[in-house]
């Protein structure tokens, strides 16, 4: 029964898509929006890419739009890990508030 039992819990976690899930917040200066990803960068000069944008977010700043780049934003996210079709890790950074500081 264990023989049984181990490959099944070993073959459920390791296809899990999502491992973990964090809020964090930054300030940072919006670089534009290509290939549905939004990139910003932040004071240190370390640049972000957002996968996503929740429904909430995009009613507050519609970042498609190139009259936002260049501007200061607070951007609040959730960044998740997740297993991709060649079995890599890789996170997803998701777009949850935004506020634009200047």
Known sequence: MKAILIPIFFVITTNTNFTGQETESMAGTFNGYEDSIFNFTDTD??????????????????????????????????????????????????ITAIKMLE
């Open 45 to 94: 000069g370390y640049s972000m890419e957002f996968n996503h944008i929740s429904d909430e977010a995009k009613d507050m700043v519609d970042l498609t739009d190139d009259k936002y780049i260049g501007k200061l934003f607070q951007v609040t996210f959730t960044s998740e890990s997740e297993i991709d079709d060649q079995d890599e890790e890789m996170t997803v950074n998701t």
